[in-house]
């Protein structure tokens, strides 16, 4: 098991009591258009999709009317609770593991996902995994939002802020993110460099949605989980939170459409 994710998972406050309630209802679920593009890359509607890093289960529940069978590997006891809890799709099932050792049979998947999570892992300890458990020709999907939305141009700036003054924060208090490790606009070349995949390359996609001001706020909240990770050393990413939220309520008074862009890194196994 990577040494990695388990100590990026132990400092993350993923696991903090009521944070996978929050993010579960603050993040949103892939666009159709991520599942599409995956689904044509694979030839056609998905046996089985394993969904590495699957957190309370958003990831996993999109692919339920589009695949025969869907399997989410988490390794956050408590992010994984919430999956069992929320999930009453008959095809969705869940194991607790970690994505370079997840038990699962070789060469059975179509497609095996990463949404919001390769980052946090090692990639040399779980590509191989991924191929292993692929059949030939199979596609691995490693998607992201990119954060910043698109709602309105001020609530974006102190959408922004938010990222930035989190993200300096983390620095300065070296509370790593997986990120800073795995950055990912590198996942593409760790994908060619493993030799595993015929085939890899980015594509980038959007999901329109629409928002009002608290999802706006509870979204920005929820990036890079909870604010008690810094224990009061960061006072400068609370006050920028509260202005996000001042700004958000002044700008957004009814819902707007916000677009969200996604990038998939895709990697296909040779036929
Ligand atoms: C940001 S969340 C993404 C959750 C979900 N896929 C989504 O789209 O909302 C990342 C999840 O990956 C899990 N994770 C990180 N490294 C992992 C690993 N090596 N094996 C299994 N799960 C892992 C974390 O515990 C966390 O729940």
Redesign the pocket.
């Known amino acids: 098991m990577?040494t990695f994710?388990r100590d990026?998972?132990g400092r993350?406050g993923?696991a903090n009591e009521g944070f996978a309630d929050h993010?579960d209802g603050a993040?949103p679920s892939?666009p159709a258009v991520a599942l599409d593009v995956l689904t044509r890359c694979a030839g056609g509607r998905p046996q089985l999709v394993v969904?590495?890093?699957?957190?309370?289960?958003?990831?996993?529940r999109a692919w339920a009317a589009r695949a025969e069978r869907v399997v989410g590997?988490?390794?956050?006891p408590a992010?994984l609770a919430r999956a069992r809890a929320t999930t009453a799709e008959a095809n969705v099932t869940f194991v607790e593991?970690?994505?370079?050792a997840t038990g699962l049979e070789a060469g059975s998947a179509d497609i095996v996902t990463?949404?919001?999570?390769f980052h946090?892992?090692?990639p040399a300890a779980?590509l191989p995994e991924v191929a292993r458990v692929l059949r030939p020709g199979g596609v691995f999907g490693a998607y992201d939002y990119d954060v910043v939305p698109v709602i309105e141009p001020q609530v974006d700036a102190a959408f922004a802020a938010v990222i930035d003054v989190r993200w300096a924060a983390r620095e300065r208090l070296g509370i790593h993110a997986?990120a800073s490790q795995w950055p990912k606009r590198e996942h593409v070349a760790r994908l060619r460099e493993s030799g595993l995949f015929a085939l890899a390359r980015e594509v980038h996609c959007h999901a329109e949605t629409t928002a009002d001001a608290e999802a706006v706020t509870d979204l920005a909240h929820s990036l890079g989980g909870p604010t008690a990770i810094f224990e009061g050393r960061a006072p400068e990413l609370e006050e920028t939170m509260d202005a996000l939220t001042r700004i958000a309520r002044e700008r957004l008074p009814e819902p707007r459409p916000m677009l969200i862009g996604y990038t998939i890194r895709l990697g296909i196994t040779p036929s």
């Open positions: 990577s994710s990026l998972i993350s993923y993010y993040r892939p969904d590495l890093g699957s957190g309370t289960g958003l990831s996993s590997v988490e390794a956050n992010m593991a970690y994505a370079d990463c949404a919001q999570s946090w892992m090692d779980v997986g």
